[in-house]
Each structure stands twice: as structure tokens, then as C-alpha cells.
């Protein structure tokens, strides 16, 4: 999944920003970006618009951290809601689990992972209240890539 690359905006009008500072960081987001810019249902979208700050739990310290993206959608019922999407693998939105042939320092590394992520999507949910958004983190399996 590690891919990046500059996106090209086809429907400027949706598009809330710089559309010549848009950047994916992997296919996914890529093909999310994608489907903000030709869903008519996606009135307005924002890659990486708000620096949203979180306390790490590994080093207790006030860190940013950028949603990666920002939508106003028209939902089934016609109404129109405002959304934060992270897009993540759904491996790391599940706590690590120790396997025999999985090493010692690769689990570390995926509870740590798993750690910061909890504490960015908590202040994310946090901020997303309080501004009038919902919060939701999109896998694999809801863009319809999961085997």
C-alpha cells in the first residue's frame, strides 16, 4: 500500500482548497480521492484540512495530527452530513496479536502503532463532535478491496 503521488482534481468546484497541493500516500487514498471528485453525491472534499492535536501515550507529548480527509456528503435520506475519514488498513485498526513467527521488535512496533492510532482517532472523534462532524475510519473491506 505504500504509494504516493500528486492528485489531479476533474470537478475543481468540490474541491475545498489548494487542488494543486493534493497528495495520496497510498492506492487507497488515491482511489478515494477519486471517488470524492466524481460522486455527485460528495458536494465538497478536503485532503489532510486540519491539524487535529492528540497526546501520544508513548512519549506524553502534544503531536498533530491531519484526518485524511474532510467530505460533505449527501447521505441516503437526503440529508447533508459532514465527514472526517481516516483511511487505514484494517489490520491496524484491530489490536496486534502475537503469532509464533511474528518477532519480538515487528510486535512492538504494531502495539505502538496500534497505541498512537487509538489516541489520534480519540481527539478525532473529540474535534468531529464538537465541529458538527462524524468521525469514521474506512478499510479495505469498505472500499472493496478485501479479498
Given at each position: 500500500?505504500?504509494?504516493?503521488?500528486?492528485?489531479?482534481?476533474?470537478?475543481?468546484?468540490?474541491?475545498?482548497?489548494?487542488?494543486n497541493?493534493?497528495?495520496?500516500?497510498?492506492?487507497?487514498?488515491?482511489?478515494?480521492?477519486?471517488?470524492?471528485?466524481?460522486?455527485?453525491?460528495?458536494?465538497?472534499?478536503?485532503?489532510?484540512?486540519?491539524?487535529?492535536?492528540?497526546?501520544?501515550?508513548?512519549?506524553?507529548?502534544?503531536?498533530?495530527?491531519?484526518?485524511?480527509?474532510?467530505?460533505?456528503?449527501?447521505?441516503?435520506?437526503?440529508?447533508?452530513?459532514?465527514l472526517?475519514?481516516?483511511?487505514?488498513?484494517?489490520?491496524?485498526?484491530?489490536?496486534?496479536?502475537k503469532?509464533?513467527?511474528?518477532?519480538?521488535?515487528?510486535?512492538?512496533?504494531?502495539?505502538?502503532?496500534y497505541?498512537i492510532?487509538?489516541?489520534?482517532?480519540?481527539?478525532?472523534?473529540?474535534?468531529?463532535?464538537i465541529?458538527?462532524?462524524?468521525?469514521?475510519i474506512?478499510?479495505?473491506?469498505?472500499?472493496?478491496?478485501?479479498?
Open positions: 500500500m505504500a504509494y504516493k503521488g500528486k492528485y489531479t482534481v476533474k470537478n475543481l468546484e468540490k474541491y475545498v482548497g489548494d487542488p497541493k493534493i497528495t495520496y500516500r497510498s492506492l487507497w487514498e488515491r482511489q478515494f480521492m477519486q471517488r470524492c471528485d466524481l460522486d455527485q453525491r460528495i458536494l465538497q472534499w478536503k485532503s489532510e484540512g486540519f491539524a487535529i492535536p492528540y497526546r501520544s501515550p508513548l512519549d506524553n507529548k502534544t503531536h498533530r495530527y491531519f484526518v485524511d480527509f474532510f467530505i460533505q456528503i449527501v447521505n441516503g435520506d437526503g440529508e447533508i452530513e459532514k472526517a475519514i481516516e483511511i487505514k488498513p484494517f489490520s491496524q485498526t484491530q489490536p496486534p496479536q503469532t509464533g513467527n511474528k518477532s519480538k521488535m515487528k510486535f512492538l512496533s504494531e502495539i505502538k502503532t497505541e492510532n487509538k489516541a489520534k482517532w480519540t481527539a478525532a472523534n473529540q474535534w468531529a463532535i465541529n458538527g462532524f462524524k468521525f469514521i474506512i478499510t479495505e473491506n469498505e472500499l472493496g478491496l478485501s479479498k
